[in-house]
């Protein structure tokens, strides 16, 4: 979910006569609470929080009305009800967002064959093959927010540009409802006002390590020496935000996403009850996922975590990542906080499971960076001292504690 709140809207009102920006990123705005909202029309225009009412639970979406009060999802749901004490919490309704993200997608592939989903409520198009019977990619916008909310009663937001990064922070920019295109010749003087925050790969850290260089903005970051850049932030950090800062993005629009999966699941011998516990079987098989992508030569787009509880309910969650990967840690990362989305005190877990899926191969990732690199060369360390002298030899030092041998025995242990 996205923080942005609609106070820093920025909208393409007028037609655009423009036929470079033909990537556009289509973002379903506050995605999960508008179809709640759906079925309670009584609660628009309120602050709204999807969740478990439980100051142990994690806010799953929020309305523009409670962003406005610093509420954001993945927020401990104490924390938001302290930011936002007159917010309405409503259940999450998983089944009902999976019914509509589909309904979404079939919009997107009647504009064009070329759509890259990322995620439940956001995807890529290419709509460069479209424009002779559509129009300029400012009609194509229009008539996608149109058929969406034709569809399904949702409203959506679209930026379009000649690259993919410039085009999805458009669409951030034109939250809620809107549309903002951005000709390729207007692509530097659109970015370099910009905070640096907005160039993906910059979290809270590199933000500080940037700030104290005096470097605020993205022009800012645009105009100073490459070596500077490379000293702060490493030869790849520096490099490939220098090419962002610019407009530089030499990915495409990626349509050959692979339904095929890599994952590994585990029952239990006996019910696991503490976040703990199951955070480190999710790193063992969050480990045994990655070694198999390694070898595959492939990459993850997505990470899917299946719960199956003592009662024998099964609940599965996934989130498409930025970048594909191959390294445990990022997807033991990530699982944990779909986990954690999940648990709830007292819940018996009799199966957990985690997969990576929509993959691509690994020389076709196509990054423009790698946050990972440190990561994989260090498990793909392991990798090669397991080839030689056997597997174990080397694991995290969190599975030191607790190995299988120590453990009770599992009922099975599966790929699956």
């Given at each position: 979910m996205?923080?942005?709140?609609?106070?820093n809207r920025l909208v393409s009102d007028r037609p655009v006569d423009d036929l470079t920006a033909t990537v556009l990123h289509v973002d379903m705005d506050a995605f999960f609470a508008s179809v709640e909202l759906l079925d309670r029309p009584d609660l628009r225009g309120l602050?709204?929080?999807?969740?478990?009412?439980?100051?142990?639970?994690?806010?799953?979406?929020?309305?523009?009305?409670?962003?406005?009060?610093?509420?954001?999802?993945?927020?401990?749901?104490?924390?938001?009800?302290?930011?936002?004490?007159n917010a309405i919490i409503v259940e999450p309704h998983f089944e009902k967002y999976t019914a509509k993200s589909a309904a979404v997608m079939r919009v997107f592939g009647s504009f064009t064959p070329r759509v890259e989903?990322?995620?439940?409520?956001?995807?890529?198009?290419?709509?460069?093959?479209?424009?002779?019977?559509?129009?300029?990619?400012?009609?194509?916008?229009?008539?996608?927010?149109?058929?969406?909310?034709?569809?399904?009663?949702?409203?959506?937001?679209?930026?379009?540009?000649?690259?993919?990064?410039?085009?999805?922070?458009?669409?951030?920019?034109?939250?809620?409802?809107?549309?903002?295109?951005?000709?390729?010749?207007?692509?530097?003087?659109?970015?370099?006002?910009?905070?640096?925050?907005?160039?993906?790969g910059v979290g809270g850290t590199t933000q500080e390590k940037l700030e104290r260089r005096g470097i605020r903005t993205v022009g800012d970051l645009?105009?100073?020496p490459l070596p500077s850049l490379v000293a702060a932030l490493g030869p790849a950090g520096g490099q490939r935000l220098h090419d962002l800062s610019w407009g530089r993005d030499p990915r495409v629009v990626d349509t050959g996403v692979s339904e095929k999966s890599i994952g590994h699941e585990t029952t239990f011998g006996h019910d696991l009850t503490e976040r703990d516990d199951v955070a480190r079987e999710l790193l063992r098989l969050a480990d045994k996922v990655a070694v198999r992508l390694r070898r595959a030569d492939?990459?993850?787009?997505?990470?899917?975590?299946?719960?199956?509880?003592?009662?024998?309910?099964?609940?599965?969650?996934?989130?498409t990542l930025a970048e594909p990967t191959d390294v445990a840690k990022r997807l033991h990362h990530e699982a944990v906080e779909l986990y954690d989305v999940l648990h709830r005190?007292?819940?018996?877990?009799?199966?957990?499971?985690?997969?990576?899926?929509?993959?691509?191969?690994?020389?076709?990732?196509?990054?423009l960076w790698d946050d990972d690199a440190p990561w994989r060369d260090t498990e793909t360390t392991v990798d090669a001292v397991a080839a030689r002298f056997g597997a174990g030899v080397l694991r995290p030092a969190s599975l030191v504690r607790g190995t299988p041998e120590q453990r009770p025995p599992h009922a099975r242990q599966d790929p699956a």
């Open positions: 996205s923080k942005q709140d609609g106070r602050p709204v929080i999807v969740g478990h009412d439980s100051d142990r639970s994690v806010v799953t979406a929020a309305t523009y009305e409670a962003r406005r009060y610093g509420v954001n999802s993945a927020m401990p749901m104490a924390v938001a009800k302290r930011r936002c004490p989903k990322l995620g439940i409520d956001e995807a890529f198009l290419d709509v460069a093959g479209a424009l002779r019977l559509s129009g300029t990619p400012w009609e194509i916008g229009r008539a996608i927010r149109a058929a969406v909310l034709a569809e399904t009663g949702l409203h959506c937001s679209v930026g379009a540009a000649s690259t993919k990064f410039v085009a999805k922070l458009a669409s951030s920019r034109a939250k809620p409802d809107g549309l903002l295109v951005v000709p390729a010749e207007h692509t530097v003087a659109f970015l370099h006002p910009q905070p640096v925050s907005a160039l993906w645009a105009h100073t492939v990459q993850a787009r997505t990470v899917a975590l299946k719960v199956r509880y003592t009662d024998f309910s099964t609940l599965t969650r996934s989130r005190p007292g819940n018996r877990i009799r199966l957990i499971g985690v997969r990576g899926e929509n993959l691509v191969p690994a020389a076709a990732s196509n990054a």
